[in-house]
């Protein structure tokens, strides 16, 4: 009976032992080569087994190994085949489901696996390549292509943008002032026949300028105000004529174009953007913290900071909900938070998100941007400068990076990765209010010195 109970245990904890080594999917990532063959790569940690299943315009990639948390969840894809992918939790087994733009046939997709690495640190991967449609497109030169090692947003091998501004020194945009009139006066010339009509003139003259005087005091008091008041009119008014439909029925919303740059954050329109939320937690720690809950609680600070500073802050969620809806398309989410933005025709965007690594030694703040006005890259170095001067953390630097909310936004927009969730470190950090209140204090304080 001893030697049974004995048994038991060793069976027991080899079973154990087996369970706490099984192959574990830290990462999936996409690419796009110079051809448009469309890469999706499975990170795991020991070697796994796979299927690939295509039922219809819906391509399911299974890996024998359990999902890590910071690996689930909704990915943005750009490519002609798909525009995003759902890394799903089965189990002890990981689905990545790709809903497809158009129907393959078998000879449209290959998978296959490449070993571990230990000379470069690679992991095991499952790879799957979708070639429908493969073309052959000469590189031309200075131009860089998404090669066949795809890279998700989280990396940390993006190239780092010079720290130089696009432009030169920034322009100086004239207010609007009063302009003052000067009038020539004719010396009046006195006449026998009316020398009292001449004298009620002038006197009254000097009058009505002592009331005008009177009147621009008086209206100086409330100019600000009147000032605010016809700002929100003229954004209201461009908002009404500047929403269009797409042919998939999504609506875009545009500004105006005329954002301001300078003259301090009194009076400016901010649009703060707190990433993820609702369906999509965004990056998940290994304590259980989600992206979405940390960017909601520091957006919020950013927003209160902001307002006692004067500026006009509009969210693009309060709360923890999507912004479109629950399980829409990546791109009307996106766009849904564009529309804030345009909606209120503001003069910054302000996107929030915690950054997550497959290397959990890696941390640090990074700000990305995307070239498209003057000021991009000028707002994002103020950012990363502030943050990256006053915390004990790595300094990854502004990154140039294709993302939606910064690409499409018509005004100055970054995109703010605040530490890496995955690192045990920062994930404790961030659970603090310390954290979050210095990290929107500071943000908000780049701000200021942007606006000046």
Request: net charge positive.
């Amino acid at each position: 009976m001893r030697k049974i109970v004995i048994l038991a245990f060793l069976l027991l904890g080899l079973v154990w032992t087996a369970v706490a080594q099984a192959a574990q999917v830290t990462d999936v990532k996409w690419g796009v080569d110079k051809n448009n063959v469309l890469r999706l790569v499975v990170d795991v940690t020991d070697t796994a087994g796979y299927a690939v299943q295509l039922d219809g315009n819906n391509l399911k990639l299974t890996v024998n190994a359990k999902a890590a948390g910071q690996a689930v969840g909704r990915k943005v894809i750009k490519s002609s085949l798909a525009d995003h992918m759902r890394v799903v939790s089965a189990g002890s087994a990981t689905e990545v489901h790709v809903p497809l733009k158009k129907t393959l046939k078998s000879s449209d997709y290959k998978a296959f696996v490449l070993k571990k690495d230990p000379q470069t640190g690679r992991p095991f991967r499952v790879v799957l390549d979708l070639t429908a449609d493969k073309t052959i497109v000469p590189v031309k030169s200075g131009t860089t292509t998404a090669g066949t090692a795809a890279v998700s947003k989280s990396a940390v091998s993006a190239p780092v943008v010079s720290n130089r501004p696009v432009v030169g020194n920034r322009p100086v945009r004239s207010s609007t002032a009063t302009k003052q009139t000067v009038t020539k006066t004719t010396p009046a010339v006195k006449t026998p026949a009316e020398p009292k009509v001449v004298k009620t003139v002038e006197k009254k003259k000097v009058e009505e300028q002592k009331q005008e005087v009177k009147t621009t005091t008086k209206k100086s008091k409330h100019k600000k105000k009147r000032r605010t008041e016809k700002y929100s009119q003229e954004q209201k008014a461009s908002t009404e004529k500047s929403a269009t439909t797409t042919e998939d029925g999504l609506t875009v919303i545009k500004a105006t174009g005329k954002y301001r740059t300078n003259g301090g954050l009194e009076g400016k329109v901010i649009t703060i953007d707190p990433g993820h939320g609702g369906s999509d937690p965004g990056a998940v720690g290994a304590k259980g913290t989600k992206e979405k809950d940390i960017t909601l609680a520091i957006s919020k600070q950013v927003q209160e900071l902001l307002e006692k500073k004067g500026a006009k802050v509009h969210m693009t969620r309060t709360d923890d909900r999507d912004v479109y809806g629950p399980y829409a398309s990546d791109r009307a989410e996106l766009q849904a938070r564009v529309n804030v933005a345009e909606k209120y025709n503001s003069d910054a965007f302000v996107s929030l998100h915690i950054n997550s690594s497959v290397n959990k030694s890696i941390g640090g703040f990074s700000t990305y941007y995307y070239p498209k006005t003057n000021y991009d890259l000028q707002l994002a170095q103020a950012i990363q400068k502030q943050l990256a001067d006053n915390f004990g953390v790595n300094n990854l630097g502004v990154r140039q990076a294709n993302f939606y909310v910064t690409k499409r936004c018509s005004m100055p927009a970054v995109l703010v990765e605040m530490c890496f969730i995955s690192n045990p470190d920062e994930e404790t950090l961030m659970q603090g209010n310390w954290f979050k209140k210095k990290t929107a204090r500071l943000i908000v304080e780049a701000l200021e010195k942007y606006f000046d």
